[in-house]
Structure formats: C-alpha cells, structure tokens
C-alpha cells in the first residue's frame, strides 16, 4: 500500500500512489545544479574570521567538574544569530590568503546546469496536479504511519469538528484577532522591560526579532492528522489529532524561552523518563512477584482537555513553593509568561480566525513540559496512596506504563482496580483509558511481557505502518542512508530482549529495504558496519560514554562549517575537503592550521572544516496541510 485512502468512497486519484509511495521524506532533485557559492563562502568566511579573533579566549562555563546539582541548566540557546564580523585589519594576512584560494578553486568545481530529474515526467506533472488539486488533500497520518488521501470538504469538516466545540475554542473575526495579537505584542514588550534582568539581552533579542518576523502573519496555523490506528469512528468520521504550528505566531519565541524553563521541572518528575531506552533500562531492572500483571492508561484528549486555568494556578503554585529547587528560573517572569503563552494560541485555518479558551495546543514549544508538569502535580500524591499495589509507575506525557500487584481476592482486586482508575481520573476533569492488567502489553514502540518474574521486550509495530522508508533514488546525501541504518540497527538492538529476536527484526528491516529498491550490494556493507558500531556501542561503559560525548562536544568547538544546499549532482564533500586541506588547513610549504596564530599570539585551533547540507523540500513539505486558503471552497463558507 503506498498511502490511506480515507476519502469515503475511495475516490483518491489512483495514480496519486506513484508520488505518495515515494514516502513523505522523498525530495525530487532540484532542475538545476549549484552555481554561485557566494552566500555559502562569506558565512564560513564570518565564521573563520570571528574563531581567529576571539581564539584564545577562555570559556569559563565549560567547567564539568563540579556537582552537576548544584548549577543550573548550561546558557539559554536562544539567540538571533549575529552579523558582526571583526574588522579587517584585526585580521592576519595569512586568513584571506588562505581562504581566498580555497574559495576561487572550489567555485570552479560549481557550476550551474540543467540536472535529470529523478522521477518520471507524468509524476513530475502529477506532483503539480496534486499539490493545488481543489478536491483532494494528502495529509500525514498520526503515529507516523504514512501519508493519507481525504477531500478537502472532508477535511475542513473534520477540523471544525474540534473548532466549533466552544468550551475549548472561540471563532474570531479577522480585525479581533489581529487586534489580539497587537495587545499580545504589546504585552510581551512590556514583559521583556519588566524582566530584562531574568532572561538577559540575548534572549530578549531572540523574543524580539521572532515577534518582528512574525508581525505581517502572526497567526498559528491548525490542521489535524489522522488517527487510523483508532478505527473509524460509529459517525462514520475518522478521529484525529488537532494541532497548531505556532512557529509563525507572536508567542512562539516565548513559548521557547517557556519550554527551558520548564524542562528541567518535567525531568525532575517522578514518573518522568525520556524515551523508550530509559525505560527499558528500568523495566530490565524489576524482579516481578508472581501477582504482578502489567497495565497500561492513555489520556483521552489530553490536550484539550487540560484547563487553562486550573494548570496555570497549579503549575504556578508548585514553581512559587519550589523555586529554591529550580534556581535557574525567576518564579514571577515565568509565571507571567505563562499567562501570555497559554492564554493566548490564536491560530488560523484558510480565512478563519479562532482563539483556544481552554485546553493545550498541540504544537506549541512548552506544551510537552507543560502537560507532563500538570499531571505529575497529581501523582505526586496519587501514587504514594497506591503503594502496596504499584510496583512501579511511569508516564510519557499522555501515555502511562505500571505493573500493578494483584490481590489474591479477585472481587477485591476488581475492586481496587476500579478505585485506581477513578483516582486516575479525579483530577481537573481529565480522563484517562485504563487497560485491564494483563502479562503483555504495547507501550509506545514496545512489546512488554512478563517472562517468570523478567520482564521481556521487543518492538512493536503498528499495522497500518506502510514502512516507507526512503528510497535509494532519492536527492539525500548518502550519510542519511547510512545514519538511517546504523540508528535503526542500534535501536533494535537496545529495545529485543533476546538476540535471536532482534536478528529477526534486523531481517525484516533488510527486507523492507530491499522492497523500498536499495540493492543487496550497497545495503549489507552498510549494516555491517552498522553491527559492528552497534556492538562498539553496547560495551561502552556509562563513564566511556561520557567520556566519548565529552570529547564531539569539545570537537565541535574547534570546526567550522561550509553550509550548502544538497544537490546529487554538485561536486562531492570529499573533493571540498580535499581543497580546505591543500589551500587552507595543510598547504604545502606552510605551517598546519592548528599552529598558526592571531594578530594576538593566540594559537588558532581551528581542526576541522563540516560541509553542513540542508535539503530542499520533501513530498511532506510539498503536499502540506498546514496552510489550506486557496485550495477549495473557503472555510468561512462552512460556518454560513
């Protein structure tokens, strides 16, 4: 199956299958090659210029040996990235003769021509036909299970099913909301002056020039993604996931600044784990009585259905109780912020205009941190009071994991399950999904099952899952083929309980591969060496780890960066590196790179230069929901 047709009488176009099965990650070459490198050369030139000026100068915040409690969260990266270069004359001649002869050889390996195309031409004609085709939208499905058909009169109907529900959202006018976003504006100027103290110059400038670059279209934008793993639904609709890219909104660089200071509450939760090794590294250390049986509970519409108000009193309330235990956060200015992040999601969606009044939206920076924060307020006192029958209890966000110890009763054991569950529930109004326990359940990308008093796991895949994985024609740079396959090699490898499982999935990852049109030459080098840095991997020690982490961030200090756009058909990054080591970093008669000086004495340890590739856009850019205005009937014409 190359996509989910979900249009009700499966009316996608047919020939839509030879573009959508291509994947949402596939990029079509760009017509032409790269010519000019200008723009890529003065920005590694700035770069160079500003490491020999300031080389020498110390960083005193890079100080690990103290006791990792006792400072706080490392500087807030959120800066606006500065045009500053140092002056010429504070420059050694040596820099722009280096650098000008690395520059005028490698513009002579570009330059700019017609490149074949790596699709067919009716595809080619087909991918402008589908992406502005009024009665068809191609959304993604949620939990990444691939890209979906639905019309468009379907689709806007699915989003005001969640719109028009008015205990979570307000329709606006445009003048109100951009009258709203005007008042926003001013009120996170005016939080900036009150609280220049607590987030610093940099940071202010970052909140600064987002608001600024915002201001013509300061609205979110809302679209849903489809939950076809849940079934369609008895109203013949299928459910979905609201959502809102808030990156285009006035509060977003905010709600960044919002989310480091909640992260570090969040992570500090206990029920709180990063991701699905962590808890396999918990769950592989549990010896399980014979009453143990595993469960699972899922938030319904966790979201949405988090009040506004209720949140922000309590979440305030704990950060003013608490703020000795998070010194890296002021508890007035975040509070604030609170205020103006959550209370203020005014979206878009074609030419219509809404504000949530209620609820969290799904997309905005701190929703995550916020959501975990909110809940772990309640479990805080809800899981001590269950103690003699939790053995062990963790949530990811809106997903919660425990193993649960039976009573021997089993009338009182229904009983105290009953009573959890509406303990579960007794808090603001949300709601959650309690699976009854049993000896094996899917949690997130994992199987867990009781093996004795063990507990065992192995990945768990969706059915719906299309696996389209990208195929070997695609414009990528060969190193996200190979980071594809040693990452997904190593995560099979941490998650299988036992090694003939995992040699198994490993099978079945090849087969998809070879099915996605990779050749059985070019792939099994690749999961060769993936095995083998998988294996290096697990023998690491925690200290070796560290150690290895330690040493790429202290690398990434002495690189710089040659940033291009990717094309299949430019010259590769070997032959770049070639020219940076003959003209610049290692050139014949001269002193290496990593002894020469700045005009201070200072030794420039510049060690290695990064051809840092973006991407054009992929299919999923392409055939983007998020903007909807101008492919069919407007949306305002729904609520008439």
Request: glycine share 4%.
């Amino acid at each position: 199956m190359a996509f989910h047709d979900l249009t009700p009488n499966k009316s996608a176009p047919r020939n839509a299958k030879s573009l959508l099965g291509l994947g949402p990650k596939f990029i079509c070459t760009p017509k032409f090659t790269t010519g000019s490198i200008f723009a890529s050369y003065d920005r590694l030139e700035v770069d160079f210029h500003r490491r020999v000026y300031f080389a020498g100068d110390a960083d005193s915040g890079n100080d690990t040996t103290q006791d990792d409690s006792s400072i706080p969260p490392p500087e807030s990266k959120l800066f606006v990235r500065s045009n500053w270069r140092p002056d010429l004359l504070d420059i050694p001649d040596w820099v722009s003769a280096r650098l000008s002869k690395f520059y005028v050889r490698v513009q002579r390996l570009f330059t700019k021509k017609q490149a074949a195309s790596n699709i067919l031409p009716f595809q080619e004609r087909l991918l402008e036909t589908l992406a502005k085709d009024p009665i068809h939208l191609y959304p993604l499905a949620d939990k990444g299970l691939g890209p979906c058909a639905v019309l468009y009169e379907q689709y806007v109907e699915d989003c005001l099913v969640h719109l028009l529900n008015t205990s979570v959202y307000e329709h606006l006018s445009e003048e109100e909301a951009r009258e709203a976003t005007t008042t926003l504006k001013a009120q996170i100027q005016q939080w900036l002056e009150d609280f220049a103290h607590v987030v610093g110059p940099k940071v202010a400038e970052f909140i600064e020039h987002h608001m600024n670059s915002n201001a013509s279209s300061p609205f979110g934008q809302f679209y849903i993604m489809y939950k076809i793993h849940k079934g369609i639904g008895k109203d013949g609709r299928w459910p979905t996931r609201p959502v809102c890219s808030d990156v285009t909104s006035i509060p977003h660089a905010l709600g960044k600044w919002v989310t480091e200071m909640l992260l570090p509450i969040a992570k500090d939760q206990p029920s709180y784990f990063k991701d699905s090794f962590v808890l396999k590294a918990l769950l592989d250390k549990l010896i399980l009585p014979p009453n143990a049986r595993l469960f699972t509970a899922d938030a319904t519409s966790m979201y949405t259905n988090i009040k506004t108000e209720a949140a922000l009193q309590e979440i305030g309330t704990f950060i003013i109780e608490h703020q000795a235990e998070y010194p890296h956060l002021d508890a007035e200015a975040v509070i604030a912020a609170l205020h103006l992040v959550f209370k203020n999601n005014i979206f878009a969606l074609g030419d219509t205009y809404w504000r949530q009044t209620s609820g969290t939206a799904m997309g905005t920076p701190p929703a995550p941190a916020w959501a975990t924060i909110f809940y772990a307020l309640h479990e805080r006192k809800m899981v001590p009071r269950w103690a003699s029958n939790l053995l062990f209890y963790k949530r990811f966000i809106d997903d919660v994991i425990g193993v649960w110890l039976t009573d021997p009763d089993p009338d009182k054991d229904r009983e105290l399950w009953e009573s959890f569950c509406k303990d579960m529930d007794s808090w603001h109004g949300m709601e959650w999904e309690c699976k009854t326990p049993a000896t094996s359940v899917d949690f997130m990308d994992l199987t867990i099952t009781i093996d004795n008093n063990r507990l065992v796991t192995t990945l768990y895949e969706k059915d719906l899952n299309l696996y389209l994985y990208i195929p070997p024609f695609s414009s990528h740079p060969r190193g996200v083929f190979t980071g594809t396959i040693s990452g997904q090699i190593l995560r099979i490898r941490r998650l299988c309980t036992f090694k003939t499982d995992a040699d198994e999935r490993i099978k079945e990852f090849l087969s998809r591969l070879l099915a996605r049109g990779h050749s059985a030459d070019n792939l099994l080098p690749l999961f060769k060496r993936a095995e083998e840095n998988a294996t290096a991997y697990l023998t690491r020690s925690p200290e070796e780890q560290a150690s290895l982490r330690k040493r790429k961030l202290d690398d990434s200090s002495h690189q710089v960066y040659f940033h291009l756009q990717y094309h299949p058909d430019d010259p590769p990054s070997r032959k770049i590196q070639k020219l940076w080591r003959d003209y610049v970093s290692e050139p014949a008669g001269e002193d290496p790179l990593s002894e020469m000086k700045n005009k201070m004495g200072d030794t420039v340890d510049i060690r290695k230069l990064i051809v840092a590739y973006s991407r054009p856009l992929n299919l999923g850019n392409r055939f983007s929901v998020r903007n909807i205005h101008g492919r069919g009937r407007d949306v305002s014409k729904f609520l008439a």
